[in-house]
Structure formats: structure tokens, C-alpha cells
């Protein structure tokens, strides 16, 4: 079911003076399509609980945000972009949670002339659009620190196994990009679906064939099953997983299989382990406290810091913006894309972004780290 829901709406003041008429302001109008429920939950959930966090006004402009759930299917994801476009008139969408999603929401935001910040990963063909910004960290980003990681361990043939949809992609076509440059070899892939409770045969295809490591491209706590089934079956290499898989519940069902993995990461999950010259910690100290404080300590994702991160950047090019036109409009619009584009760096608990025409992943090295888990908590790898 979807679910609206309006943070920061602003009553329209209208004062009355003889003979003077005073327009009103127009709110700044915020679409954010989120996978509140559906597979992708996990994920989805910290995403739309974080926009409570948001502030009620930006620029001195009034907030109108609108969150509708679209349950990871892209299809619902498309509605829900064109409805925020059609009849609320939004400036920026923000969203969604899942890949196949984010790609839907890119489709509408591109044929709109919207601003569109995804909150996942999304295909080069996706980002390189011109009115799409990604949030998260690019795949290759990833997967150059992974690999990297994987040569110094002394890795060179690699089984993987990952979803069967546009996400499981991103990473088969890392190995495919670069891999050979790092000295790695895949030597067996599998897949699997979001919803699928057993990986058993894929597992057993992997093991046998008997790969230095295992990379995992899946996110959520989906990712835990294959880390659980090949301990299970005595696989005792490697094992690395993506950002997707840096979630608490991740560890909480994965337990003592998820010892010794090694995880790509957002710097969210660490701010009070990082130094203080590290140009993401203030803000990712900022959010992380005020999450936990409202949903309880330990309940931190990258995921929800995402749409942090989209305020972060708004807070900056929303004041720009409003200095060509006023909300509301197509020229707001493409002049807060333009702002976007231009106003950067913008440091925020992810990373530090800085966007270009050429390049809307706006991320480098400083939005990641790499972290270990050991006995249910996360360890950053020094």
C-alpha cells in the first residue's frame, strides 16, 4: 500500500493590507519514493525515517515533502515519479531505495526535466543522464577498493554470486571492466532472486568450484544468504560484500558467518572511528546521532544517510536556485539541476560531492572505507 506522507507543510499566510496585494510564497516541493515495504524494506525504511530529519525550511522557503512507498517494483516507482511531477508539481525527487526503482524514477525525471537525486546505485547509462545525481557510491568506486583489497589478500580466482536483476549486474560487469587489472579471475557466477529463501545449489556450484574467494553482490539482509550457505558448506575463503550489505540486521541474521568478511562502506557507519581531519565525520556524527536518538541506538544505515546526504547537497543549491526563479517552476527547476551541478563540494556523511556535467557520481576515495565484522559489530579495517 502506499503511504503519504507530508513533513514541514507550510500554512499560506495571507495578509491583507488596503490596496496592496501580497502573493504568497510557493513552498520548495520535495517527491521522495522510497521501498517502505517489499523486499528492498531494509533498505526503504531508514530512507523514509531519515527524512524526518529534515529541516522544515530551506533558503527561508517552506518544505513540502511527499513520501509515497513503491515496494521496490519499478512500476509503481514509475507512478509514483510521474504523479509527483503531474500533480504535486515537485521541484526534486528523491529515490528509491532499490536499483530497478531508481532506474524507473531516472526515466520520468529525464523526459520531466526534473532534478532527480537516486538513492541507490544505478547503470554508467543512468548516470551519465542529465538530470539524474547519484547519492550512493558508483559501483566502480566499490568495487576498485574491493579488488584492490582482494590483490593485497593475495586473491585470484573469485566465485560470485549475486541478485538477478539490475544490482547483481553493476558488479558482474565490475569484474568484466577491471578485474583483470587487479590479477582476478571469476571462476564461477551465480544468481539469485531478492525473494528466494535458499541458495543451496548455487552455494554447492560455487564451493565445488573451489574459488580463492567469494564476492557477494546482493544488499539488505538478502545478502546474508549465500554468506551463511557457504559456511555452512565449508567454505572457508574470503568473502567480500558490498556496501548493500553493511546493515546491523545484516549481522544480526548472518551471526558468527559473517566473521572476517571484509565490506566495502560508506564512512556513515564509522563517523566516531574516523579522524578528525576527515572531511565527512561532522556531518556523519550529525546524522547518526539524531537518528539513533529518535529510532534507538545501534539502528544507523548508509542507506538512511542518503537522504541526508540529498539534504546536504539541497540545503546548498536551494538558495541558488531560488535566485533565478521561484519554485514551482521549470525554470526552478533547471536552475536548481544547475545548481546541483556547479555549487559543489558539498561534504556530507558519505562523502565529500562535487558533481560536474561529465559527471553526475560526483564521489572519490574519501566516501569509502573498508570495515570487517567481528563478534555482531562492525570493525574498521585500518
Do not use: C
Not at 562535487?354 to 573498508?370: F, I, W
Amino acid at each position: 500500500m502506499k503511504n503519504r506522507f507530508f513533513a514541514g507543510i507550510a500554512a499560506v499566510a495571507v495578509l491583507s493590507l488596503p490596496f496592496v496585494a501580497v502573493p504568497a510564497l510557493a513552498d520548495v516541493t520535495i517527491g521522495v519514493t522510497v521501498s517502505s515495504t517489499g523486499p528492498g524494506a531494509a533498505l526503504g525504511i531508514p530512507l523514509k525515517n531519515s527524512v524526518e530529519l529534515w529541516p522544515a525550511e530551506v533558503g527561508g522557503e517552506k518544505l513540502k515533502v511527499i513520501v509515497l512507498d513503491d515496494a521496490g517494483d519499478p512500476s509503481v516507482a514509475t507512478t509514483n515519479a510521474r504523479r509527483f511531477v503531474n500533480d504535486d508539481k515537485v521541484d526534486v525527487i528523491v529515490g528509491s531505495a532499490l536499483t530497478p526503482a531508481s532506474i524507473a524514477v531516472a526515466g520520468v525525471a529525464g523526459e520531466t526535466s526534473t532534478p532527480h537525486l537516486a538513492a541507490s546505485p544505478v547503470p554508467p547509462n543512468i548516470s551519465k543522464g542529465k538530470w539524474t545525481f547519484i547519492l550512493p557510491q558508483d559501483a566502480g568506486l566499490i568495487a576498485k577498493n574491493l579488488f584492490a583489497r582482494m590483490k593485497a589478500d593475495g586473491v585470484k580466482t573469485v566465485g560470485y554470486i549475486g541478485f538477478s536483476d539490475s544490482y547483481g549486474d553493476l558488479w558482474v560487469n565490475q569484474f568484466k571492466a577491471m578485474g583483470e587489472q587487479y590479477g582476478l579471475k571469476v571462476v564461477a557466477e551465480e544468481r539469485y532472486a531478492r525473494p528466494d529463501t535458499s541458495v543451496s545449489g548455487q552455494v554447492l556450484k560455487l564451493v565445488a568450484a573451489r574459488p580463492d574467494a567469494v564476492f557477494i553482490g546482493a544488499s539488505g539482509t538478502g545478502a546474508a544468504l549465500p554468506q551463511i550457505g557457504l559456511r555452512e558448506r565449508g567454505f572457508a575463503g574470503k568473502i567480500y560484500q558490498t556496501h548493500g550489505a553493511v546493515t546491523f540486521d545484516f549481522l544480526r541474521i548472518a551471526g558468527k558467518a559473517a566473521d572476517n568478511t571484509i565490506f566495502a562502506s560508506g564512512p556513515v557507519m564509522v563517523p566516531e572511528a574516523q579522524p578528525d581531519s576527515s572531511e565527512t565525520k561532522q556531518e556523519g556524527l550529525a546524522y547518526v546521532t539524531a537518528y539513533e536518538k529518535k529510532f534507538g541506538a545501534g539502528t544507523r544505515t548508509q542507506f538512511g544517510a542518503h537522504i541526508h546526504d540529498a539534504m546536504a547537497i539541497l540545503k546548498k543549491a536551494i538558495p541558488t536556485a531560488l535566485k533565478v526563479a521561484k519554485p514551482g517552476t521549470p525554470e526552478f527547476r533547471a536552475a536548481l539541476r544547475d545548481a546541483i551541478e556547479t555549487d559543489g563540494p558539498f561534504p556530507a556523511s558519505q562523502g565529500v560531492f562535487e558533481y560536474k556535467a561529465d559527471d553526475h557520481l560526483g564521489l572519490d576515495d574519501r566516501a569509502v572505507v573498508l570495515l570487517t565484522a567481528k563478534d555482531g559489530k562492525f570493525e574498521l579495517v585500518k
